[in-house]
């Protein structure tokens, strides 16, 4: 992890930023997984996509496997705010709409 090879990260010892991490998992667990800083339009039309006109998508098959392909190597970005960046206020996730 580039976290550890690196002394300051952020502004932040390696520990420092380990810390950080390990207090917006446990904020994160003591509010039983729910977070609000994503933004989430979709909740506003849950009742209508509940009841639209579902769709049968045709399969999807994937090439075989073969000894020459080269795959991509995957990349991890491990990358997360620091706990004082998003302030602790709740966001409603309830989006008035009005039908006309």
Not at 41 to 53: C, H, M, Q, V
Request: hydrophobic share 35%; proline share 8%; with cysteine.
């Amino acid at each position: 992890m580039n976290v550890f090879n690196n002394n300051d990260i952020c502004g932040m010892s390696p520990f420092q930023y380990m810390e950080c991490l390990w207090a917006q998992i446990k904020n994160l667990q003591n509010h039983k997984w729910i977070e609000n800083q994503i933004n989430r339009p979709y909740l506003a039309f849950d009742g209508i996509l509940s009841e639209a006109l579902q769709h049968t998508l045709p399969q999807i098959i994937p090439p075989a496997h073969d000894e020459e392909t080269q795959y991509p190597l995957p990349y991890v970005v491990f990358r997360m705010f620091d706990y004082t960046d998003v302030p602790e206020v709740r966001i409603s996730r309830e989006v008035k709409t009005s039908k006309t």
